[in-house]
């Protein structure tokens, strides 16, 4: 009688999951201070934002991210926002420059929001806007710089 074994073969590669530096929290709840969030977007090259127009930003978003190191200081954001149907997006994915662990702390947060979205989202395609430092990060989780030449604009409103 013959055995038959039948081979497993992903559908993807999936990386193993990354993980934080001992001390450094990752959290969902209760967004950051604004001022906090400020001062976060402001260190990584970001624009001033009026207050009001970022508590409305958290306010329109489905969820959020945050990572804080041991001293409890915010080094990591993301936020996602979406039409629920079709399609989502991560806004302000940001590493604190000053953060010796910068580059895990944007690859956490970028697993960690990925994955939420497939969950919570399957189907929906994804989109974000991400600074130069991220894109290690981002090659790491499947993403494509430029897949066929496409390229994406936007448009800053002031």
């Known amino acids: 009688m013959k055995t038959i074994q039948s081979l497993l073969i992903p559908f993807r590669n999936q990386p193993s999951p990354p993980a934080l530096p001992e001390g450094y929290g990752l959290e969902s709840g209760d967004p950051p201070a604004t001022a906090e969030l400020q001062g976060l977007l402001l260190a990584c090259g970001d624009p001033p934002r009026q207050p009001e127009r970022l508590?409305?930003?958290?306010?329109?978003?489905?969820?959020?991210?945050?990572?804080?190191?041991?001293?409890?200081?915010?080094?990591?954001?993301?936020?996602?926002?979406?039409?629920?149907?079709?399609?989502?997006?991560?806004?302000?994915?940001s590493g604190h420059p000053g953060d010796p662990h910068r580059d895990q702390v944007v690859l956490v947060l970028v697993h960690t929001a990925l994955n939420r979205l497939r969950r919570e989202l399957p189907g929906c395609s994804i989109s974000l806007s991400a600074p130069p430092e991220a894109v290690k990060a981002l090659a790491q989780q499947g993403f494509v710089v430029d897949p066929g030449g496409i390229r994406a604009m936007g448009l800053g409103l002031s």
Not at 67 to 92: C, I, K, M, Y
């Open 55 to 93: 508590v409305l930003a958290l306010k329109r978003s489905i969820w959020h991210l945050s990572v804080r190191n041991p001293a409890g200081e915010l080094v990591g954001f993301v936020r996602a926002t979406s039409d629920l149907a079709l399609n989502a997006n991560l806004w302000n994915l």
